[in-house]
Each structure stands twice: as structure tokens, then as C-alpha cells.
């Protein structure tokens, strides 16, 4: 388990290196330096800004040297705004993680009670009506459901306001955008391990015993089934974390989603750099933690 | 005989036959004889797979509901006059009146025509945009766009998966160690985080270059989402494929083929790679929707195809900013993209249900 432990590590060590070099080079490989505005500077401002910001070394150099910063936790300065980004980045990641912590709570609860429900009543109407609506969930893009959501009840309704975050319920129709094709996924996932679960031999064993029929499902069937389940939480962030950049855009949600769709359109390329890195760490870490936690719930797993 | 040298068992339920002969037997007759005879043809596994396939009718309704979808996008641009970049002319006159039209509506300018000279304009189906273009004919190209951007996709996908994954198991040991653990780095890098940082940078990079070539009209939004799919997305092909490689190439027919002294080249493409075929048509099928998933969020993001050609996510972006005032616009490609990516995942289900009898 422990040398398992350490070759997921570092691999995820190895994987975010390679993000920050596929980051820090692809940025570097855009033409035209970060100081050609529209109204001409002088060359010889251009050049102390330079000086100033590094960027009059050599790429490598400056690679070793963007490194070293953000493993001193310096993440560089905001081309756009001037200010640092890692202090606009933590206050906007907040946001985010509101949004996207209730939506990845509300699809792991109702994904797995719907799927459970489908898979108790198989072939009946509740399984069917589930699996209607599973199958139309994962077939929609968030940003469609979102734009629909908000044209149907903000627009039409008007039972919620269009703009802005400012009170709880508005973080309704967002969550629900987001949470929709993570909880359709889960439902099935859940589904089929529930079902597998259900047809073992410890499930006869335990209603041929006399255990009440609440108690094999929730302790024996369940339990079990959830297993699966486990593996899609790392999936799941990620799904969370790309699909809160255009939900965040569409309800006017300043968080670090809209900030990286923002920072691309103004071409604010230290701030796409950070952001990149950020998220893909926070992707890694979270697929890093699901094969771990799988493995201890699981000593069935066989170690590879 | 062996039966009659053995010693029966005082236990043994088995019927004596030595205490018959044959008189005590009837012979069967000829209508007895027919009850054996096989009497449905033999079919192929695509066959008895296509049967399968036909008895599930929600995969059916979506064959149907795909081949609509094509037809009408391959049908439709030839008989609506009207191109997806044109604003609406009346008399080689630019119409300023034909902005944002309702379904079936003609701009004033058009009726006076219609009028004046006695003959019929196409109607405008979905109306117009903002710019005066036919709504009807940009959705066909939307759909264009985002269909084969998903197919292209796919087949790169599929292709790059299968050479790959076909390799590493194949050869196993060193090889398929050194591969496997390529792909496993592939894996883990968060892919629609690259996809956008490689479309900035391709963006800024092939604008200037692209003027001119074949590509332009795609943009090199497009280019770069190629680039990233054959880059990013085909480490989970080329996963499936090593697996299924490794458990048939165990298989006596492998060995047989291996013994009689055939190439590694024609085990592959001959023995192994057609028993996969179930495995690699269903995850093609289920490519597509992923990849047109993958493009409209992208042109939602403004990363997508280039203006003036169009794509479904584009259009749903575009129409955001006028969602109070015409909202069709941005339902109508947004019901397109649900439709088709509905239809393509439950024929793939339906497919894998056909096809991967392994799984049941």
C-alpha cells in the first residue's frame, strides 16, 4: 500500500510539472510580448519592464526562475489588473468553491438516492422514469442547461434575479446547472453497482437470516454499492471546475471561472498561467485522493 | 467393449444395455429425424449483433432520428438560396429591415418585392439574427460544423487509440510498460484545461498563418481542438484497446497464427484487431458526442469556429446577448445539440447492448 501510495504521488508530482511546462511554454510561444499595448511605449521603457519582470532572459531561465516563485508561493503579477494574482485567485477560488462544493454535494446525495431507487424498483416505473431523465441529463451541455435555466426562471419567471450572487438562493439555478450531469452519472453508476450488489451471495445470507429488509439494503447492499461511486469524485471535480467557467459567466458569478474566461478574452496571460496551474493541481490532487481513498475502502483492488 | 469389461456399481442409476437388444428399440421415423435438423440459418456475429441492435427501439429512434439530422444538413443548403455568411439582399440591395426576423416573417423591403413583381421569396424558417442572416440555413451550417467536428474528432481519436494501445499490448513487457506509463501522465493532465490554453495559444500563433489555406475557413480555434484531441483524447482508446489486445492474444488462434510463422503486423490486423472491432465501434459512437460536447463548449468560451461560419455552441453564445427578446435563437441550437448527442449515446448504449455480449 505505502509504495502504492508513493508511485500515485509521484506521478501527480510529475503531472503538475508538466503542466507548468506545457503552461509556462505554450504562454511564452504566444507572439508579441506582454508590454505591445495599442498606443506605442518607448523601447526603452519596454526594455526596464523587462528588466523588471525577467523577461529580457532566456526562456529556460525564465522557466527555472517562474518556478521558483510559485514554489515559494508567488504566483506573478496580474498583467491586466498589475495587482498579485494568488490574493484576486484565493478570494475568487472561494466563491467557486461555494458554488461548486454545494453542487458536488447535491449531485453525490441525490445521484446516489435516485440511483438506489432505480435499481430497488428495477424495470419498473420509478427505474424507468430515473433513467429517462439520467440519460436527457448527461446528454446537456451545463452551459445550455444553465443559459435554459436562466432564460425559463430568471428571464421568464422572474423568480430569480438575473445578476449577481448576492443573497443565498441565487446560488439555486447555478448549482443545479452544475450539478445535473454529475448527479445523472452518479445515478447510474450507482444503479449498476446496486444492482451487482443486490444479486451476492451475502444479500441471500442475510434475508435468509431474518435481517430486516431496511438494514440488508442501507448496511449490506448499499454500503457495498457506493464503492464505484468513490472513483467518480476525482472525475467529478474536474467536471465541477471546467463546467463553473462558462456557469459562472452565464450567472454573473464572480469566481475563478469567470476570471480565467475573462483573462483569456483580455489576453492576460500571467493570470491564464496561474489559474491554469491552479486548477490542474487542484484536478490532480482530487483524482490523486480518489484512487487512495478507493484503495482503503476497497482491499478487493488489486495493487498495480 | 469398455462399457461391459467395467464393473457397474451397485449404486449406479445408469440403464443397463446389455439387457436390451435390438427389438426392444423403434427406429425414428422421418418427422422424428426432421426435429433435429438446425433449422435457422447461421448467422455472423455483425448479423446476429444487427438483430439485437433492431429489437432495441430506442436505438433505433435515435438511427432514425441521426439520419434525419444528416439528411435534412446535406439536403437543406441546396434548396434554400440563402448562404450562412449572406445578409439578406432584396434586388442585389442590402435589406436593412431584415434584422432579427421571426419565424416565417419577411423584412417590409421583401413583401414590396414579393408584391411588385409577383413572385415567391423563401421563407425564413428560423427568421433572421441580428445581422440580417438567415437563421435557418446558419443552423444547418452549425450542425455541419459540429457533426463532423465530433466525427473527425472521433476517428482521430479512434485511429491514434487503436495504433497505440494495439502496439503496447501487443508487444507487452518494456514496451508496454514505457507506453502505459506515457499514457497514465496523459491521463491524469486535466484535459479541457489544456484544450483552452492550446486554442489562446494557437489562436495568437496561427491567425496570421492560417490566411490564405484550406484551414482558415475553420479557424484556428478548430485546428487547435484537433491538435489537442489527438494530443489528449485518445489515451483512453488506446487503454481499452491494450486491454482487450492482451486477453485475446492469449487466445489458441494467436498461437496457431504465431506457429505457422506470421508477422506481428498480420496477427494484429488480421486476428486481433477484428475481434475488437465490437469494443472500437462502441467507444466511437460514444466519441462523438464527447468531442461535440467538448466543441460548443469551447465556442461557448469564444474558442470555437471562426466567424462567419458557425457551430451549435457558437450560436447558442451568440445568442446569448439577445436571450430576453428572441430566445429561439438560443434554443433552437441548444435542442439541436441535446438531440444529437441524445441520439448518439443511446446508440451507443444500444450498440454496446448488441454488440459486447461479453458483458452480460
Not at chain 1, 472513483?231 to 450567472?251: D, K
Not at chain 2, 494501445?165 to 518494456?174: D, R, T, V
Request: proline share 4%.
Amino acid at each position: 500500500m505505502a509504495k502504492y501510495i508513493a508511485k500515485r504521488i509521484l506521478l501527480a508530482i510529475v503531472s503538475i510539472w508538466i503542466i507548468t511546462m506545457i503552461t509556462f511554454f505554450a504562454m511564452n510561444a504566444i507572439p508579441g510580448g506582454p508590454f505591445n499595448k495599442e498606443k506605442a511605449t518607448s523601447p526603452a521603457v519596454i526594455a526596464t519592464l523587462e528588466a523588471r519582470y525577467n523577461l529580457d532572459k532566456p526562456v529556460g531561465e525564465q522557466y527555472v526562475l517562474y518556478m521558483k516563485n510559485l514554489l515559494h508561493g508567488d504566483w506573478g503579477i496580474s498583467l491586466h489588473s498589475g495587482r498579485p494574482i494568488w490574493a484576486d485567485m484565493i478570494s475568487k477560488f472561494s466563491v467557486s468553491a461555494k458554488l461548486g462544493g454545494r453542487a458536488a454535494i447535491v449531485a453525490i446525495i441525490i445521484g446516489i438516492i435516485l440511483g438506489a431507487i432505480a435499481a430497488l424498483n428495477r424495470n419498473k416505473l420509478p427505474d424507468r422514469l430515473i433513467i429517462f431523465f439520467t440519460t436527457l441529463g448527461t446528454a446537456m451541455p451545463s452551459f445550455v442547461l444553465a443559459t435554459l435555466l436562466l432564460l425559463v426562471f430568471c428571464v421568464r419567471l422572474g423568480w430569480f434575479p438575473v445578476v449577481s450572487l448576492s443573497s443565498e438562493p441565487n446560488y439555486t439555478l447555478p448549482v443545479i446547472a452544475l450539478a445535473v450531469y454529475p448527479m445523472a452519472y452518479i445515478t447510474r453508476l450507482t444503479k449498476t453497482s446496486m444492482l451487482d450488489a443486490l444479486n451476492q451471495d451475502y444479500i441471500r445470507t442475510a434475508r435468509a437470516k431474518g435481517v430486516s429488509k431496511v438494514k440488508v439494503i442501507f448496511l449490506h447492499a448499499l454500503r457495498n454499492a457506493l464503492i464505484p461511486v468513490i472513483t467518480y469524485v476525482g472525475p467529478m471535480v474536474a467536471y465541477i471546475l471546467t463546467g463553473s467557467m462558462v456557469v459562472e459567466n452565464i450567472f454573473t458569478i464572480g469566481g475563478l471561472g469567470s476570471t480565467f474566461v475573462t483573462s483569456i478574452t483580455n489576453r492576460d496571460y500571467t493570470t491564464i498561467m496561474a489559474v491554469t496551474i491552479f486548477l490542474a493541481i487542484l484536478m490532480v490532487v482530487a483524482n490523486l485522493l480518489t484512487d487512495i481513498v478507493y484503495k482503503f475502502v476497497d482491499p478487493r483492488i488489486k495493487l498495480d | 467393449m469398455e462399457n461391459t469389461e467395467m464393473k457397474k456399481s451397485l449404486l449406479s442409476a445408469q440403464v443397463d444395455l446389455s439387457k436390451f437388444s435390438s427389438a426392444n428399440f423403434e427406429k425414428a421415423t422421418d418427422e422424428e429425424k426432421r426435429q433435429q435438423d438446425v433449422m435457422g440459418e447461421s448467422t455472423t456475429f455483425f448479423k446476429d449483433g444487427m438483430r439485437r441492435l433492431r429489437k432495441n427501439p430506442l436505438a433505433m429512434g435515435s438511427i432514425v432520428v441521426l439520419a434525419l439530422i444528416i439528411l435534412i444538413i446535406i439536403i437543406a443548403p441546396h434548396i434554400v438560396p440563402y448562404s450562412y455568411d449572406q445578409i439578406i439582399s432584396v434586388n442585389g440591395v442590402r435589406d436593412k429591415g431584415s434584422a432579427n426576423l421571426g419565424f416565417f416573417m419577411y423584412s417590409d423591403r421583401e413583401l414590396q418585392y414579393m408584391r411588385e413583381t409577383g413572385e415567391d421569396l423563401f421563407p425564413h424558417i428560423f427568421g433572421t439574427d441580428s445581422l440580417g442572416r438567415d437563421y435557418f440555413i446558419r443552423v444547418i451550417y452549425g450542425t455541419r460544423v459540429s457533426l463532423s467536428v465530433g466525427i473527425i474528432a472521433a476517428i482521430m481519436v479512434v485511429l491514434i487509440g487503436i495504433i497505440y494501445g494495439s502496439i503496447a499490448g501487443y508487444f507487452g513487457g518494456k514496451v508496454d510498460l514505457i507506453m502505459m506509463r506515457i499514457v497514465d501522465i496523459i491521463y491524469s493532465l486535466p484535459d479541457m484545461l489544456i484544450i483552452i490554453l492550446i486554442s489562446v495559444v494557437l489562436k495568437e500563433n496561427l491567425a496570421g498563418k492560417l490566411a490564405g489555406t484550406v484551414f482558415s475557413k475553420l479557424g484556428a480555434n478548430m485546428i487547435s481542438m484537433f491538435i489537442v484531441f489527438g494530443l489528449l483524447y485518445w489515451v483512453s482508446m488506446a487503454r481499452l484497446i491494450r486491454g482487450q489486445i492482451l486477453t485475446i492474444k492469449n487466445n489458441e488462434y494467436v498461437l496457431a497464427a504465431r506457429c505457422i510463422g506470421t508477422s506481428n503486423g498480420k496477427i494484429l490486423r488480421k486476428h486481433i484487431l477484428p475481434n475488437c472491432l465490437s469494443v472500437i465501434i462502441i467507444t466511437t459512437a460514444l466519441q462523438i458526442p464527447s468531442a461535440i460536447f467538448t466543441e460548443s463548449y469551447l465556442a461557448f468560451l469564444g474558442l470555437g469556429v471562426s466567424e462567419p461560419l458557425s457551430s451549435l455552441g457558437s450560436l447558442a453564445n451568440d445568442a446569448r446577448a439577445g436571450m430576453q427578446s428572441y430566445p429561439a435563437r438560443l434554443v433552437i441550437p441548444a435542442l439541436i445539440i441535446c438531440l444529437i448527442v441524445l441520439a448518439l449515446n443511446l446508440l451507443g448504449d444500444g450498440l454496446r447492448d448488441a454488440f459486447d455480449t461479453k458483458l452480460d
